[in-house]
């Protein structure tokens, strides 16, 4: 059973750092891509950052580019944790952050995987709050 666990959310003020961290385990696939999405209240969810697992490209909403940081560290139990490392943050990145994670990566399956499309399984999320 894939599972994804995440946490490291919480309460920040404005110009603050969180990191947030995805343990997924369970999904035998050499070849994905995971990565954060976020849904702030009354909005879309939208991608933040994907990694795929295949050749590293790593993927940015404009919003978070320069201030957000994607890696991903895997272990030889077939376990995988995820961090999303967020700098300079804003009140407009409030939101709950989800991971997620998808087969397929490369130069068309990792954007449309970014976009959310064909993300297979996701996350509870945690709340990121941002104060002003």
């Known amino acids: 059973e894939v599972q994804l666990v995440e946490s490291g959310g919480g309460l920040v003020q404005a110009g603050g750092s969180l990191r947030l961290s995805c343990a997924a385990s369970?999904?035998?696939?050499?070849?994905?891509?995971i990565g954060w999405f976020r849904q702030a209240p009354g909005k879309e969810r939208e991608g933040v950052s994907c990694?795929?697992?295949?050749?590293?490209?790593?993927?940015?909403?404009d919003s978070v580019k320069g201030r957000f940081t994607i890696s991903s560290v895997s272990s030889d139990n077939a376990k995988t944790t995820v961090y999303l490392q967020m700098n300079s943050l804003k009140p407009e990145d409030t939101a709950v952050y989800y991971c997620a994670v998808g087969l397929g990566s490369g130069p068309i399956v990792g954007p449309l995987r970014f976009q959310g499309y064909g993300m297979d399984y996701w996350g509870k999320g945690t709340l990121v709050t941002v104060s002003s």
């Open positions: 369970g999904f035998t696939f050499d070849d994905y891509t």
């Open positions: 990694i795929s697992a295949g050749d590293g490209s790593t993927y940015y909403a």
